[in-house]
């Protein structure tokens, strides 16, 4: 089983929260364990009249199930985009003898 967490200390419990309390099912043989974490600028996105669940809901529409986004709250004072690549290839463990990722 994939830990569901993140070597970055002030994400741990953020993340750690989600995967206990998410609605929905969570398959850990094809979820990546890497967490790409994107910092926006607060400013910025009040600017253009954007929320965190606005871009989350686009990455979602743009690439299905092949990733899963975790996103804090429009108001806190870090806006943190959280993703995870869904694998639905071999699982984890397997070499994949083409090469490519």
């Not at 089983?1 to 741990?12: G, W």
């Not at 790409?36 to 606005?54: C, P, T, Y």
């Not at 989350?56 to 899963?68: Q, R, S």
């Amino acid at each position: 089983m994939i830990q569901m967490s993140t070597l970055i200390e002030e994400d741990v419990e953020f993340v750690k929260s989600y995967y206990k309390m998410s609605d929905e099912e969570i398959d850990t043989d094809k979820i990546s364990s890497w967490l790409l974490r994107i910092e926006l600028n607060h400013e910025m996105m009040v600017d253009k009249k954007l929320s965190m669940a606005d871009i989350a809901e686009n990455i979602n529409l743009e690439f299905d199930d092949n990733l899963t986004c975790i996103f804090n709250d429009d108001n806190v004072e870090k806006l943190i985009l959280r993703i995870r690549i869904m694998n639905d290839e071999a699982p984890k463990g397997e070499l994949d003898e083409s090469g490519e990722d």
